[in-house]
């Protein structure tokens, strides 16, 4: 079954850190770049991260230096490590990838900052 499972969220404090995980099953993900998106209430989906199946990087302003995407191919399964959250990081968190065929979409998990 080709899917895109993510897992790690919850509730964490300001300045507190979790860790995402994002388990793909069914497809080759070594060969895919991979991404990390985010939905915040009340608006649109945007780019978190993104990392090529080479392993380069890349961050929205809004979380560099605070967050780190990274990937292990062997276990097909991609990270979002998040350190120094504020609330305006409290987002349903989403994997994403574009196979042959088409856009690839987790379930989300939600991430809440809170005090």
């Known amino acids: 079954q080709v899917q895109l499972v993510e897992s790690g969220g919850g509730l964490v404090q300001p300045g507190g850190s979790l860790t995402l995980s994002c388990a793909a099953s069914g497809i080759p993900f070594s060969l895919y770049a991979m991404n990390w998106f985010r939905q915040r209430p009340g608006k649109r989906r945007t780019l978190v991260a993104a990392?090529?199946?080479?392993?380069?990087?890349t961050y929205g302003d809004s979380v560099k230096g605070r967050f780190t995407i990274s990937r292990d191919n062997a276990e097909s399964r991609l990270y979002l490590q998040m350190n120094n959250l504020t609330p305006e990081d409290t987002a349903v968190y989403y994997c994403?990838?574009?196979?042959?065929?088409?856009?690839?979409w987790g379930q989300g998990t939600q991430v809440t900052v809170s005090s």
């Open positions: 994403h990838t574009v196979p042959p065929g088409g856009e690839l």
């Open positions: 990392i090529t199946k080479g392993g380069r990087t």
